[in-house]
């Protein structure tokens, strides 16, 4: 059966390339630094961003994590967007693991932060207040339609971090659909924050791995405190090896995905029992409101024909396009979901 996964970019299956990469490439322990493919991504990674270091982390979630335990103190805040990933889908970590405060401002429909709301929250040198150590913006922001935030609009916030000595951390899981959704490069994106993460396993279709980078100092912290999540791995070369093929060849194809959301919002927006404007879809997230026309359980019939889409409750979808999805792939899933819909109507 034909399987259209249109659930995450997560769902990427590795290439030709990353897997003959992965059966090629050179490897040592990296926990010593002798991973030349490791050190090659790393090396990599930091150049593309423009930033001193960067390390290989197992996950978006780990890189995080890891910037913000490498940035804070215990009895530390920091400030975050309400519909941030950090804030709502990565457990606690931070105050679990290291008795940091979320201190969450509401994301502006556009997945950015107002510098004055964060101005006005960042707390005062004052002994009964935890003090502001981190704040965290997100590019693209995903709950808010994936949309992408423009260098100013970070710089603005950036500003009034830095006029108080607070860093900036990026959680830039997709970065790369932001930099060429904006036509800019990542460098360009990051230039004004202090840490970016970034995830091989989305849209550049790696099957595991993030980067974390930044100054060379936060850096070499943040290895520290890998290692004291348990994530310093040895033969990580296997994870890094896609990684090199994803940076040198997986990037600009990101158009496509944009184009074949775009596409998917535009024809379903012709079929009754959706409601969605192809001029709301930025990147590779489409969100779909369905309406009262709708038939309940169309996201199971689909399922039952290969096109698995995101039911994310309360009458919203998430669709993702991503490299493991064609335009004909697209074309097919309008004329199911069409279909489907017609037939469970009668
Ligand atoms: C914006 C954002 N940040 C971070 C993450 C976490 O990445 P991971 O699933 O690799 O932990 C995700 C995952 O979906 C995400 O969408």
Not at 209 to 228: P, Q
Not at 232 to 250: C, D, H, K, N, T
Not at 285 to 313: H, I, W, Y
């Amino acid at each position: 059966m034909r399987i259209v996964e249109l659930r995450s970019d997560t769902k990427t299956l590795p290439t030709p390339a990353m897997r003959e990469a992965m059966a090629t490439s050179e490897y040592g322990d990296d926990m010593v630094g002798d991973d030349p493919t490791v050190n090659r991504l790393e090396a990599m990674s930091a150049d593309i961003l423009g930033k001193e270091a960067a390390v290989l982390l197992s996950s978006g979630t780990m890189g995080n994590l890891v910037a913000i335990l490498a940035m804070c103190q215990r009895g530390d805040d920091i400030i975050i967007g309400d519909k941030s990933h950090i804030y709502r889908a990565e457990a606690g970590g931070a105050s679990a693991l290291g008795g940091v405060s979320y201190h969450p401002i509401p994301n502006q429909p556009d997945g950015t932060l107002d510098p004055e709301q964060v101005e006005a929250n960042i707390h005062p040198p004052d002994q009964h207040y935890s003090p502001t150590t981190l704040i965290a913006l997100e590019n693209t922001h995903n709950a808010c339609d994936g949309r992408p935030l423009t260098p100013n609009e970070i710089k603005s916030v950036a500003d009034v971090a830095h006029s108080y000595d607070i860093p900036i951390h990026v959680d830039g899981a997709r970065l790369f659909n932001a930099s060429v959704a904006l036509e800019t490069p990542v460098s360009e994106l990051v230039k004004d924050v202090d840490s970016v993460t970034f995830c091989l396993s989305k849209g550049l279709g790696c099957p595991t791995g993030s980067i974390l980078a930044g100054d060379s100092e936060t850096i070499d912290k943040a290895r520290r405190v890998r290692k004291i999540l348990g994530g310093a791995m040895r033969q990580a070369g296997i994870i890094a090896a896609p990684g090199i093929v994803a940076l040198e060849s997986m990037i600009d194809r990101l158009a496509e995905d944009h184009s074949n959301a775009r596409t998917l919002a535009l024809g379903l927006s012709k079929i009754p029992g959706f409601d969605v404007d192809a001029d709301d879809v930025y990147t590779n997230l489409v969100f779909v409101n369905t309406t009262d026309e709708l038939p309940s359980g169309v996201p199971q019939k689909l399922a039952e024909q290969g096109v698995m889409v995101g039911d994310r409750g309360n009458n919203l979808w998430r669709l993702v396009t991503h490299n493991d999805v064609s335009s004909e792939d697209i074309d097919y899933t309008l004329s199911v979901i069409e279909a489907t819909v017609k037939a469970m109507r009668n």
